[in-house]
């Protein structure tokens, strides 16, 4: 089974610019969560998605932040603009369904703000 | 947001020895107890699960100790080896998301 795919692997912007990440989950996996890992913490949780409607998003800054999943499979996350805080990995995970505790993690995408 | 403490942050351990890491939640609803490893460079990987109803599970060299009544659970590696050298996370998670502890980066010396 293919994991979860992401990209790019590593990005470095200035602050104030504009930044997407894409995230292609396992094959069939109808829930996705983008985490945002900030060095020396634990992921926290941005937003989950159930095919390609929101489940959760109240952990996501909505000025700065958006993303979507059309079709419930692919998604993309962006950050517009950009602030030095948001310097992190941003990783992307899928499971079989809301009900499900088996996550999969991609290996993420760093972002770095300068 | 976090709900999960985890300690300590950091352990370094000899090889062959036990390592030991702890976890405490708060949320009495959560039903599910995972601890994922992570290598640098990648993202976490599911390494062992627990759910309250049982007190220890082990797979391999790896066991989780559930303690209910005090809302804690603890991963013990035994004969740890110097591949085992990883952060590793402790979560909880209940209806809705996973919430994450902060992280133990566990070096095992050869």
């Known amino acids: 089974e293919a994991g979860v795919a992401q990209s790019p692997r590593y990005k470095i912007i200035e602050k104030r610019q504009s930044v997407a990440f894409w995230c292609n989950p396992i094959s069939g996996h109808a829930t996705l969560y983008w985490y945002q890992q900030i060095l020396g913490q634990g992921p926290k949780l941005l937003i989950q998605f159930q095919n390609n409607g929101v489940v959760d998003d109240s952990q996501l800054p909505k000025d700065r932040f958006s993303a979507e999943r059309l079709k419930g499979v692919d998604s993309t996350l962006k950050i517009q603009p950009a602030k030095l805080e948001d310097s992190a990995v941003y990783l992307c995970?899928?499971?079989?369904?809301?009900?499900?505790?088996?996550?999969?993690f991609g290996s993420g995408t760093r972002l770095t703000v300068v | 947001q976090q709900q999960v403490k985890q300690s300590p942050q950091s352990l370094i351990v000899q090889k062959g020895g036990i390592s030991i890491i702890n976890c405490a939640y708060e949320n009495t609803a959560f039903d599910y107890f995972p601890w994922y490893q992570q290598f640098p460079g990648k993202g976490p990987a599911l390494l062992i699960a627990?759910?309250?109803?049982?007190s220890e599970k082990k797979e391999g060299r790896f066991t989780i100790s559930f303690n209910k009544s005090a809302k804690q659970f603890s991963l013990h590696i035994m004969d740890s080896q110097p591949g085992d050298s990883a952060t590793y996370f402790c979560?909880?998670?209940?209806?809705?998301?996973?919430?994450f502890g902060a992280g133990t980066r566990l070096t095992v010396k050869p």
């Open positions: 995970a899928s499971s079989q369904g809301t009900a499900s505790y088996g996550y999969t």
């Open positions: 979560a909880a998670r209940g209806v809705g998301d996973m919430r």
């Open positions: 627990i759910r309250p109803d049982v």
